[in-house]
């Protein structure tokens, strides 16, 4: 059941612009995962935060567990690289924590909310339980030095892009692609008057003179 649920959220995220996949070892328990943040207003924006996601054999009923490769100068993430996010929570609420059963893991979470849960804490650090103190010090008390540490973090991630990966942007991943129109009233007489095409007038000329003629040949029998 895992095994086939994994592989269909595989098969998924593997469409998607905004994170790299592949699996550790042909092991679709431990997915090498790749956050690209392609919101050119973060701070985060072009960085390639690549991270390790190890799953239970009982997946979607326990969380999985989630690894930064590169442990980053953020609040929310400890030294080792593993983060402190409600969702990555066993299910059920926590009355020491106050977290409700609704923020934490249950079964319809999938790989995707994980992932955008992740994205979105980058740029929204919870500082009031901070997993790295010093990160949540400095960002309340000197922001400007948090931000320099930042921009640390996000060039030495992009030391993990792969060879001949290229990397998206916020243009890229988000360009649509303008319909081209494969008819042109031009291409048509019914640009004129919008009436019926050559053969249609000519269908319509027999017609009548079938009608006349059979016309023609009722008034002699009435004769």
């Not at 943040?37 to 996601?53: H, Q």
Request: glycine share 6%; hydrophobic share 30%; with cysteine.
């Amino acid at each position: 059941m895992a095994e086939k649920i994994l592989m269909n959220e595989y098969k998924s995220l593997s469409k998607e612009t905004w994170t790299h996949i592949s699996l550790v070892n042909e092991n679709i328990f431990e997915w090498s995962v790749a956050l690209i943040v392609l919101n050119p207003d973060s701070l985060y924006y072009g960085g390639y935060f690549k991270a390790t996601m190890k799953f239970p054999r009982n997946y979607p009923y326990e969380p999985p567990d989630f690894r930064f490769a590169r442990p980053l100068w953020h609040p929310n993430v400890y030294t080792d690289g593993r983060l402190c996010i409600s969702i990555l929570h066993q299910p059920g609420e926590d009355s020491m924590s106050g977290e409700l059963a609704g923020e934490r893991w249950s079964p319809v979470q999938r790989v995707e909310s994980v992932l955008i849960s992740v994205l979105s804490l980058l740029d929204d650090a919870e500082v009031s339980s901070p997993a790295n103190v010093d990160a949540g010090v400095m960002l309340r008390k000197d922001p400007e030095a948090y931000r320099e540490k930042v921009r640390l973090d996000k060039e030495a991630s992009k030391q993990d892009i792969p060879a001949g990966f290229e990397m998206p942007t916020h243009e890229t991943a988000f360009k649509r692609e303008e319909r081209v129109e494969s008819f042109s009233w031009s291409d048509s007489e019914a640009e004129e008057d919008f009436g019926g095409s050559d053969s249609d007038e000519e269908m319509f000329d027999e017609d009548e003179d079938t009608d006349g003629e059979e016309g023609g040949e009722k008034e002699e029998e009435d004769e």
